[in-house]
């Protein structure tokens, strides 16, 4: 049996810090589950989220790249049960749409908002989540990194298979590559067979992509010329930009640097910005331009296989107790990590 009462860090006003409240464990109603919670990624999206610009109302609990086991199943729920080891997609879906229906689950029709920030998420020892959200964790990949994978690592391969196809020997350039999911960006274009050039203007997280061999070579994008470096360094054929940053700088750098037939893929989210192209440039280069929203189920399932058979290692540069929450998205803020920020969640041993 659960605990009665859990800890969740609840947000009382957008833009305002989190509270350690006691609340009751609540019950899952039909077709949902309670998730025992392990650990919940932190990224820049959350950053958006706990400022009030991706919607939902307060107080809220929230969190969504989590990882954990299922405690309780409601009513309806036959896939599931207790012991079971689960992340899940953070886009609350109709499942029945027609986009839904056919594998573009990303544009539902009906899309309910984000977990965590639309109802209470996972930064609390226990947490309610829709029984279709879920993806089983395979054995062989730890529930500390599942969380990230179903958002940072299921991200880049849905831009990697759906918004490029990328093809073996194919050069891709990857801007923000020291970011969160920029890091998971170079390793999944490698598993699918490219060759990663990774763009990146902050000093100390290029140099932690050098020390750990992520990109087949690296461009700092401080330097005036960061364009057409790249175009060098893919000896004119670079066939995808990824953008992480999506600043009119990088937006204007990373189109300049396709090649013919290339595909331009905008991943960060900016409200401010433009894609401009030329027109001639688009029709006679047959240049592809394009967003990534997030990532499947399937997609997240086939990002934990990527995990598994050791192909992408997931990037963790800080763990930090589920009390110290504030601690985990002022390290975001500041930018001040490599790789993603993890929160402990997991109630501590004896307590009730
Ligand atoms: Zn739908």
Same mark, same amino acid.
């Given at each position: 049996?659960?605990?009665? !009462?859990? !800890?969740?860090?609840?947000?009382?006003?957008?833009?305002?810090?989190?509270?350690?409240?006691?609340?009751?464990?609540?019950?899952?109603?039909?077709?949902?589950?309670?998730?025992?919670?392990?650990?919940?990624?932190?990224?820049?999206?959350?950053?958006?989220?706990?400022?009030?610009?991706?919607?939902?109302?307060?107080?809220?609990?929230?969190? @969504?790249?989590? &990882?954990? *086991?299922? #405690?309780?199943?409601?009513?309806?729920?036959?896939?599931?049960?207790?012991?079971?080891?689960?992340?899940?997609?953070?886009?609350?879906?109709?499942?029945?749409?027609?986009?839904?229906?056919?594998?573009?689950? !990303?544009?539902?029709?009906?899309?309910?908002?984000?977990?965590?920030?639309?109802?209470?998420?996972?930064?609390?020892?226990? &947490?309610?989540?829709? +029984? @279709?959200?879920?993806?089983?964790?395979?054995?062989?990949?730890?529930?500390?990194?599942?969380?990230?994978?179903a958002d940072a690592v299921a991200t880049p391969y849905h831009v990697a298979a759906q918004r490029i196809g990328i093809r073996p020997g194919q050069h891709v350039a990857v801007i923000g590559a020291g970011?969160?999911?920029?890091?998971?960006?170079? *390793?999944?274009?490698?598993?699918?067979?490219?060759? /990663?050039?990774?763009?990146?203007?902050?000093?100390?997280?290029? +140099?932690?992509?050098?020390?750990?061999?992520?990109?087949?070579?690296?461009?700092?994008?401080?330097?005036?010329?960061?364009?057409?470096?790249?175009?060098?360094? &893919?000896?004119?054929?670079?066939?995808?930009?990824?953008?992480?940053?999506?600043?009119?700088?990088?937006?204007?750098?990373?189109?300049?640097?396709?090649? #013919?037939?290339?595909?331009?893929?905008?991943?960060?989210?900016?409200?401010?910005? *433009?894609?401009?192209?030329?027109? !001639?440039?688009?029709?006679?280069?047959?240049? /592809? /331009?394009?967003?990534?929203?997030?990532?499947?189920?399937?997609?997240?399932?086939?990002s934990l296989e990527l995990v598994r058979t050791g192909r992408v290692e997931p990037v963790i540069g800080s763990v930090l107790?589920?009390?110290?929450?504030?601690? &985990?998205?002022?390290?975001?803020? #500041?930018?001040?990590?490599?790789?993603?920020?993890?929160?402990?969640?997991? +109630?501590?041993?004896?307590?009730?």
């Amino acid at each position: 049996m659960p605990p009665d !009462t859990m !800890t969740a860090m609840v947000l009382d006003r957008f833009g305002g810090s989190f509270r350690a409240e006691s609340r009751p464990v609540p019950r899952p109603g039909p077709g949902e589950v309670l998730v025992d919670i392990d650990s919940c990624g932190v990224g820049l999206t959350l950053e958006h989220g706990r400022l009030g610009l991706l919607g939902g109302s307060t107080p809220r609990v929230l969190g @969504h790249e989590l &990882a954990g *086991q299922v #405690a309780v199943v409601g009513p309806g729920v036959r896939l599931w049960a207790p012991g079971d080891r689960v992340t899940a997609s953070f886009y609350l879906l109709c499942g029945s749409c027609d986009m839904c229906a056919s594998g573009r689950e !990303t544009l539902c029709r009906n899309n309910g908002g984000f977990y965590g920030l639309a109802v209470d998420g996972a930064f609390a020892e226990q &947490a309610i989540v829709p +029984a @279709h959200s879920l993806v089983p964790v395979p054995d062989g990949v730890g529930l500390r990194e599942a969380g990230l994978v179903a958002d940072a690592v299921a991200t880049p391969y849905h831009v990697a298979a759906q918004r490029i196809g990328i093809r073996p020997g194919q050069h891709v350039a990857v801007i923000g590559a020291g970011g969160g999911v920029g890091v998971h960006m170079l *390793q999944v274009a490698r598993a699918f067979g490219a060759r /990663v050039i990774g763009i990146e203007r902050d000093g100390a997280k290029l +140099a932690e992509l050098e020390k750990r061999g992520l990109a087949d070579v690296l461009v700092d994008s401080g330097a005036p010329d960061w364009s057409a470096q790249v175009v060098r360094a &893919a000896g004119g054929r670079l066939t995808a930009c990824v953008d992480m940053v999506s600043s009119q700088e990088t937006l204007d750098g990373g189109i300049d640097a396709l090649d #013919a037939g290339g595909t331009f893929v905008v991943v960060g989210h900016r409200a401010d910005t *433009q894609v401009r192209v030329p027109s !001639t440039r688009l029709l006679l280069g047959e240049l /592809v /331009v394009t967003g990534n929203r997030y990532a499947t189920r399937a997609e997240i399932a086939a990002s934990l296989e990527l995990v598994r058979t050791g192909r992408v290692e997931p990037v963790i540069g800080s763990v930090l107790p589920l009390v110290e929450l504030d601690s &985990a998205f002022a390290a975001i803020r #500041a930018n001040e990590v490599f790789g993603r920020v993890v929160v402990d969640c997991a +109630a501590p041993a004896g307590a009730s």
